[in-house]
């Protein structure tokens, strides 16, 4: 299973109620919405995405139905701008 | 007399004594010879940074920013290239101003260019461009006859653009056109190719990164950034001859090994004779086998002592456009054999033509 | 060949140029504050323009201009008519591609009561014309063209220079403020008809006092619109601040967090106008 993480090179700011995210790699700035900002919060140590889920479905109950499509499109999206980074896990037996 | 730039990057300490009208003068001609950030880092390694008065240094800093910027998205760019290549599962080597970034190279300080160039195996040419095609890099249309110049004469592939990011690559099979007499064998080249820690990448051997680099400058004729060029083989040199004692006879047998004796006797003559390289005596003796003769080496003196200083009016002579031009077209020369080279000229000069009236 | 040394905001300038009318607006239109001489300037300049001919048969047939920085090219030449504007745009290139220890963001800076507006805005939202506006209405002028932001303090650095207006925009500041001092009119440039507005007395004398920012405001100039103030999300004004800036991509996280900070501590709004004295009234109310 791939582990996410956060790429170290963002940064995070609220502003006016809202979240902003910067990557210097990549030069992108994006709006983050409610889920996505718990997403970069939850990938400051790697998890993978399954994990990632059954977070947000705890704290965003009233959309769990969603969340799965949302999450999946997502990881690709913020991977894709370089916010986050896909390591493949080392199994150690 | 020697352009302010040169005496800077050669003695650094002299900044201590000069006026605000000599850092306009410094800081104009390192400006036009892309040398602005690296002067800065220069005079930071000789810790002289706080002998920078603040109009110069509101300047450097600048350049350096911009530079720092530049390497976010070289970054960004290598990690970019290693995931389109990376299922063809062979190695791809980095070349020139990517490699010394990917080596942590001193030479790679403040070192702003355009296009990423790799290199692989002749065979893998196709699939490699493939990949890159399929991961959003397309050439430019070009006819029939400029894809057969670049396939049949030239050392790479015609240059591939980023659809989205817009930036460029060169994928070589060599480092001098196929048609070029010094052209060297390129699986000698791929045989000592190294695996970098970092990134994941591949890079020549540090003899041949600064062998490329010196038949890159005395034979391709870009002499814009020119003394940038030369700035870069001074400080390979030095900085390959501090970690490997016995660095100056790996790169002399080399040379001879590859066929590049002229590049690196070039490389060694003006870095001495422009920017002072340290070169030890026992070597210089050795290199002096590498000349060309006597005549060919006074007129080579004469021009690229004149196009290899700042590209800046100030240090411009009545000789100093006539040394770049002409230089120019020995590299032409160089590139193929005058039966080639004429019917090539003639073509793309028929060609200029008629697209202008 | 005249030299005429410049001092706006932050650069030093030296001119080089041997035509009368480029000499001639820029003395009509630069404060005499604002020049140097070789005794008072210190030897150093940011940048070294040249206006000129670009070959000696261009002065008789069809004639044409060159700008020079420095020796280099960055343009094509463009017709002899065009020298002043030519110099006005090349400086404005020089700032937005050479200078990265300022955030610069495309856009009008004034101030009032101690405390900066930023308008900005694409290219005919209507910034310059709302900006010459303001400052023939007790606002002070700090820069037309490009807010220049102090990274270590994230407050504005005037640049007083010119306005440039353009089209329609003339006569309307004409009628609007019969006094102003207008420049020479430029017909058929890339941008239309432009001239240029010297800047008041106030703004040249306060041009070494940097201002704090307190409102950014998105100005569109539509013909016959009612007038609309709309509160604008502070994260959608750091992105079109970002959009409009010339050197936030080079800047970096230095940008980044400069930005964030300077919009965090502003009130950020869209404005759609149609009449200067209404927009006047109504941004001499914003919030403090």
């Known amino acids: ?93 | 007399m020697t352009p302010i730039l040169i005496q800077v990057l050669t003695q650094p300490k002299q900044i201590q004594h000069l006026s605000l009208k000599d850092w306009d003068l410094l800081i104009r001609q390192a400006r036009h010879a892309n040398l602005l950030a690296r002067l800065g880092y220069v005079l930071e390694n000789n810790g002289l940074s706080c002998d920078i008065p603040i109009a110069p240094l509101r300047h450097i800093q600048s350049a350096q920013t911009y530079a720092q910027q530049f390497e976010n998205t070289l970054k960004w760019e290598i990690k970019c290239i290693a995931k389109a290549l990376n299922n063809l599962n062979i190695p791809i080597i980095y070349l020139k101003g990517t490699a010394y970034f990917i080596l942590g190279s001193i030479a790679a300080q403040g070192r702003v260019f355009s296009d990423i160039d790799i290199l692989v195996n002749k065979d893998q040419l196709e699939q490699v461009e493939a990949a890159l095609r399929r991961a959003g890099w397309a050439q430019h249309e070009m006819d029939a006859y400029d894809q057969k110049y670049y396939r049949q004469w030239m050392h790479e592939s015609p240059p591939m653009q980023h659809v989205v990011r817009g930036t460029s690559i060169d994928v070589h099979h060599n480092i001098l056109p196929t048609t070029n007499e010094a052209c060297p064998d390129a699986a000698k080249l791929l045989a000592q190719a190294e695996k970098t820690p970092s990134l994941d990448g591949w890079v020549l051997s540090t003899s041949d990164r600064i062998l490329h680099s010196a038949c890159h400058l005395f034979h391709e004729g870009e002499l814009d950034n020119g003394l940038r060029d030369l700035s870069d083989l001074d400080l390979l040199l030095q900085e390959a001859a501090k970690k490997d004692p016995a660095f100056w006879q790996t790169i002399l047998a080399r040379a001879n090994d590859l066929g590049l004796q002229r590049s690196l006797y070039y490389a060694m003559h003006y870095c001495g004779l422009i920017l002072k390289t340290p070169i030890p005596q026992g070597i210089h003796k050795q290199y002096l086998a590498f000349a060309p003769n006597r005549f060919v080496l006074a007129a080579l003196d004469i021009l690229f002592l004149k196009a290899l200083i700042p590209n800046h009016h100030t240090c411009d002579g009545y000789l100093t456009k006539f040394a770049r031009w002409f230089l120019f077209v020995r590299s032409h020369w160089l590139k193929m054999p005058i039966h080639l080279l004429l019917p090539h000229l003639i073509r793309k000069g028929l060609k200029n033509f008629t697209t202008e009236s | 060949m005249e030299r005429i040394l410049l001092n706006v905001g932050p650069f030093s300038i030296n001119l080089e140029t041997p035509l009368k009318p480029v000499i001639e607006s820029v003395k009509m239109l630069y404060a005499e504050q604002f020049f140097l001489t070789d005794s008072t300037a210190n030897g150093f300049f940011d940048f070294h323009i040249k206006i000129d001919n670009p070959s000696q048969l261009r002065r008789w047939y069809k004639p044409q201009v060159q700008f020079y920085f420095d020796g280099k090219l960055p343009f094509k030449p463009l017709p002899f008519s065009q020298a002043y504007p030519f110099f006005e745009w090349g400086l404005n290139w020089c700032i937005a591609t050479q200078v990265f220890n300022y955030l610069l963001i495309h856009s009008a800076v004034v101030e009032r009561n101690g405390f900066a507006l930023i308008l900005s805005g694409q290219p005919g939202a209507g910034k310059s014309t709302l900006c010459a506006a303001l400052v023939n209405r007790g606002w002070r002028l700090l820069s037309d063209e490009m807010a220049v932001v102090d990274l270590q303090t994230n407050w504005l650095i005037p640049i007083v220079r010119p306005v440039s207006l353009k089209n329609e925009s003339i006569q309307i500041i004409k009628n609007f403020a019969p006094d102003v001092v207008l420049g020479e009119s430029f017909y058929d440039t890339a941008k239309g008809t432009v001239s240029h507005m010297k800047p008041g007395m106030d703004s040249v004398l306060k041009a070494k006092q940097n201002s704090p920012c307190k409102w950014i405001i998105l100005p569109r100039f539509v013909k016959g619109a009612d007038i609309v103030l709309k509160e604008l999300p502070k994260t959608e004004a750091v992105l079109k601040l970002a959009e409009n800036s010339f050197n936030y991509a080079i800047l970096s996280s230095q940008g980044f967090l400069s930005l964030c900070e300077l919009v965090d501590a502003s009130y950020c709004y869209e404005l759609e106008y149609s009449n200067l004295d209404e927009a006047i009234a109504l941004l001499a109310d914003l919030p403090v």
């Open chain 1, 1 to 93: 299973m791939a582990l996410l993480s956060l790429n170290e090179q963002v940064l995070i700011k609220e502003i006016g109620g809202g979240f902003l995210a910067f990557c210097s790699q990549s030069g992108e700035t994006i709006v983050l919405n409610p889920i996505t900002y718990k997403i970069l919060k939850l990938l400051n140590k790697p998890l993978d995405s399954s994990t990632i889920l059954a977070i947000l479905h705890t704290e965003f109950e009233d959309q769990t139905e969603q969340l799965s499509v949302f999450l999946d499109s997502a990881i690709n999206e913020l991977i894709g701008r370089g916010f986050i980074i896909k390591e493949v896990a080392i199994i150690v037996k």
